[in-house]
């Protein structure tokens, strides 16, 4: 039989005090974390800021989309017009938003008139070049100042060549470049945004 030999470890006489000290040699120092955690604190704000931003600013995005006309409403929102068929001399009323609006073709006559006149000493002043773009045509609103009665056309006392609006419900005269010249209405009749994308094409809105 193999006899029995006690073991005995080489270590064994190491100190616990050196064993200790190997420890502490090996152990990494605490020093290098941040008590404070501060880039913790860094890092916590500055996400918190990006998630801040990113919903206000698709909460303003959402916002002004909701204030944004659709299309359809826009279309809805502009009337085009062939105006080569009205007559020289004469005014046709278009539908423009549900509300009437004068275009009237006018005369020498008629612009002679509105030239003439002396502008400044008027009620409401404004000069027939401010309202009218193109000479030949006035396009204003069907609407008396007054009370929102719908004028009569080529009517009243500054009726000149098929020009001029008179409303009956009160007595208000308008010229013949829809300046308010007699009567309670208080100011001109409105002109409303328009242009004309081609000849003999009239786009209101």
């Not at 404070?36 to 698709?58: D, E, F, N, P, Q």
């Not at 400044?120 to 000069?127: H, Q």
């Not at 001109?188 to 786009?203: M, Q």
């Amino acid at each position: 039989p193999i006899p029995c030999v006690p073991w005995q470890s080489q270590t064994s006489g190491l100190s616990t005090q050196s064993t200790w000290g190997l420890y502490e040699k090996c152990r990494k120092p605490l020093d290098r974390f941040d008590p404070t955690k501060r880039a913790w604190h860094y890092m916590l704000v500055g996400t918190s800021a990006a998630i801040g931003v990113t919903g206000g600013r698709m909460y303003l995005y959402r916002f002004m989309q909701s204030w944004s006309a659709a299309k359809d409403v826009l279309a809805q929102g502009t009337t085009e017009a062939d105006i080569t068929q009205i007559p020289l001399g004469t005014t046709a009323t278009i539908k423009w938003r549900g509300s009437p609006v004068f275009v009237s073709h006018r005369t020498e006559a008629a612009i002679n008139a509105a030239d003439r006149t002396d502008w400044e000493a008027l009620r409401d002043p404004e000069s027939d070049d401010e309202r009218c773009k193109d000479k030949e045509w006035l396009v204003m609103m069907a609407v008396c100042t007054h009370f929102g009665c719908v004028p009569l056309a080529g009517q009243g006392d500054y009726a000149v060549g098929g020009g001029g609006y008179f409303c009956p419900c009160h007595g208000s005269h308008y010229d013949t470049s829809g300046r308010i010249r007699k009567g309670p209405a208080p100011s001109n009749l409105p002109v409303p945004n328009y242009s004309f994308p081609s000849e003999g094409t009239l786009l209101i809105g």
